[in-house]
T-cell receptor, first 117, second 115 residues
Framework: AQKVTQAQTEISVVEKEDVTLDCVYE???????LFWYKQPPSGELVFLIR??????QNEISGRYSWNFQKSTSSFNFTITASQVVDSAVYFC??????????????FGKGITLSVRP | DAGITQSPRHKVTETGTPVTLRCHQT?????MYWYRQDPGHGLRLIHY???????DKGEVSDGYSVSRSKTEDFLLTLESATSSQTSVYFC??????????????FGAGTRLSVL
């Protein structure tokens, strides 16, 4: 069965600190997608990134970067120089089954990030 | 903006009453999903649809039914609401092909309280 583990439940940092959110997944599929979503205090869910299982290149978008390592089944998310606006719940998700057209998502339980001024 | 509207946004109801939540999309997406979000559980899939009148169960489907009679609307019904169904409900859409394949975009959510 598919599983996504976000072992960290709550993280608190001071503004400008770097912070890494961990995500470990389990799947028997060889082709799949991984995702990160952000849920700010306002409650909406915002898509951040999708990563194909065949693409292990790290990705950087501004202060955000993602490290995908198939060997350790991890897809970690780093925020550099955190800001108060980064305070949110962050969800990692895995497509199931595989990367088919009607794939559903299995979500982790989320990590609550608090960035203090 | 993926053009998803959920209604109502907030609802308070009593145990035993039927409740219907609506998800409306304006961009002809094929796949639609209903999730519930509860503290400590993340998001869990209730039901999903892969086309008009084509629906299937998710992880936590007991006590819920869905209908999709037209592309733009996906209805979630709690047949007889219970306090355990107090939750925030999210609708999502996705495409099965193209550059946006498998990316799910979410509505704003419906906060349901069953007293």
């Amino acid at each position: 069965a598919q599983k996504v583990t976000q072992a960290q439940t709550e993280i608190s940092v001071v503004e400008k600190e770097d912070v890494t959110l961990d995500c470990v997944y389990e799947t028997r599929d060889t082709t799949y997608y991984l995702f990160w979503y952000k849920q700010p205090p306002s409650g909406e869910l915002v898509f951040l990134i999708r990563r194909n299982s065949f693409d292990e290149q790290n990705e950087i978008s501004g202060r955000y970067s993602w490290n995908f390592q198939k060997s350790t089944s991890s897809f970690n998310f780093t925020i550099t120089a955190s800001q108060v606006v980064d305070s949110a719940v962050y969800f990692c998700a895995l497509s199931e089954p595989g990367a088919g057209a009607n794939s559903k998502l299995t979500f982790g339980k989320g990590i609550t990030l608090s960035v203090r001024p | 903006d993926a053009g998803i509207t959920q209604s109502p946004r907030h609802k308070v109801t009593e145990t035993g009453t039927p409740v219907t939540l609506r998800c409306h999309q304006t961009e002809n997406h094929r796949y639609m999903y209903w999730y519930r979000q509860d503290p400590g559980h993340g998001l869990r899939l209730i039901h999903y649809s892969y086309g008009v009148k084509d629906t299937d169960k998710g992880e936590v489907s007991d006590g819920y039914s869905v209908s999709r009679s037209k592309t733009e609307d996906f209805l979630l019904t709690l047949e007889s609401a219970t306090s355990s169904q107090t939750s925030v409900y999210f609708c999502a859409i996705s495409e099965g092909a193209g550059v946006m394949k498998n990316i799910q975009y979410f509505g704003a959510g419906t906060r349901l309280s069953v007293l």
